[in-house]
């Protein structure tokens, strides 16, 4: 993966059009009441609800993947990204690990006081099945080809990552507090508890590095997260005039989408709690 030569100025001016939009909604979803945890506010059984109902959303992450592979398999010019998304969705089974990514997840529900029972009698609510229903909307080709390359790796790249892990690293205290660690280090330093598998570590391999529009090292330090604005880098400097509106437009959507899951969670007097 090789990043193109420097942009002209009306280049460069389209990627930090990009950037900033993301900055703003990230800062605008990361505000929202319902990923505001202390190790002081928990309560385990509200947490449970929100990381019990956010289950769906990562269970969807291999068909969204699967059917943006599918979405880009048509050349139009620009570099196949294929590859890249290839290998970040078959790490969620590497052959190098004794489970997948979903058995861990389930591990660290545990590890928090879930049952296994209480995890398997869990049903998406409307409002998780219209975050998922949404998202896979968005992958339905209903614009140029150019434009839709654009819209594709932009739902992967800030629903599927950069929100991920700003998720994970919203709601991390909460799971601190119920035990989860990051590492073994911070487990003998807080006298027990269980090193996370799940949530710690993709908060790590999912969070971006790199601004688009800003310089970019070398291709070892870059995250899932950069791997995909790579790509959408480089969609947005091939794509048309209105391909960095495009983007955006489609980073405003995911951000409604996450946030409409999170607004099921209401605050009651002592926390959270589901509206159904």
Same mark, same amino acid.
């Given at each position: 993966?090789?990043?193109?030569?420097?942009?002209?100025?009306?280049?460069?001016?389209?990627?930090?059009?990009?950037?900033?939009?993301?900055?703003?909604?990230?800062?605008?979803?990361?505000?929202?009441?319902?990923?505001?945890?202390?190790?002081?506010?928990?309560?385990?059984?509200?947490?449970?609800?929100?990381?019990?109902?956010?289950?769906?959303?990562?269970?969807?992450?291999?068909?969204?993947?699967?059917?943006?592979?599918?979405?880009?398999?048509?050349?139009?010019?620009?570099?196949?990204?294929?590859?890249?998304?290839?290998?970040?969705?078959?790490?969620?089974?590497?052959?190098?690990?004794?489970?997948?990514?979903?058995?861990?997840? =389930?591990? !660290?529900?545990?590890?928090? &006081? %879930?049952?296994?029972?209480?995890?398997?009698?869990?049903?998406?609510?409307? #409002?998780? /099945?219209?975050?998922?229903?949404?998202?896979?909307?968005?992958?339905?080709?209903?614009?140029?080809?150019?434009?839709?390359?654009?819209?594709?790796?932009?739902?992967?790249?800030?629903?599927?990552?950069?929100?991920?892990?700003?998720?994970?690293?919203?709601?991390?205290?909460?799971?601190?507090?119920?035990?989860?660690?990051?590492?073994?280090?911070?487990?003998?330093?807080?006298?027990?508890?269980?090193?996370?598998?799940?949530?710690?570590?993709?908060?790590?391999?999912?969070?971006?590095?790199?601004?688009?529009?800003?310089?970019?090292?070398?291709?070892?330090?870059?995250?899932?997260?950069?791997?995909?604005?790579?790509?959408?880098?480089?969609? =947005?400097? !091939?794509?048309?005039?209105? &391909? %960095?509106?495009?983007?955006?437009?489609?980073?405003?959507?995911?951000?409604? #989408?996450? /946030?409409?899951?999170?607004?099921?969670?209401?605050?009651?007097?002592?926390?959270?709690?589901?509206?159904?």
């Amino acid at each position: 993966m090789m990043l193109r030569d420097k942009p002209g100025a009306e280049e460069q001016a389209r990627l930090v059009e990009v950037d900033e939009v993301a900055k703003a909604l990230i800062a605008d979803f990361s505000s929202h009441p319902a990923l505001d945890w202390t190790e002081a506010n928990v309560n385990r059984g509200r947490v449970l609800s929100i990381l019990m109902q956010r289950r769906f959303l990562s269970l969807g992450f291999t068909p969204l993947y699967d059917m943006a592979i599918d979405a880009l398999a048509t050349a139009d010019g620009g570099d196949d990204c294929r590859p890249v998304l290839r290998r970040i969705l078959r790490q969620e089974y590497d052959d190098k690990t004794p489970t997948t990514h979903r058995e861990d997840l =389930v591990t !660290d529900l545990v590890a928090l &006081g %879930a049952t296994r029972d209480a995890v398997l009698e869990t049903q998406p609510s409307s #409002a998780t /099945r219209r975050t998922v229903e949404v998202l896979l909307e968005l992958l339905v080709k209903s614009e140029e080809w150019a434009l839709h390359r654009i819209q594709v790796l932009a739902l992967v790249w800030f629903a599927a990552e950069v929100l991920v892990s700003m998720e994970y690293e919203m709601l991390w205290p909460a799971m601190q507090a119920l035990g989860l660690r990051r590492d073994k280090k911070d487990l003998e330093a807080r006298g027990g508890g269980t090193v996370s598998v799940f949530y710690f570590p993709h908060m790590g391999h999912d969070k971006p590095r790199f601004r688009l529009s800003g310089r970019w090292p070398t291709l070892d330090s870059w995250s899932h997260a950069d791997k995909i604005a790579h790509c959408l880098r480089n969609a =947005v400097l !091939d794509g048309p005039g209105n &391909g %960095a509106d495009h983007c955006c437009a489609v980073l405003r959507r995911c951000t409604a #989408a996450k /946030r409409a899951f999170y607004d099921q969670f209401p605050r009651v007097e002592n926390g959270w709690a589901p509206n159904d």
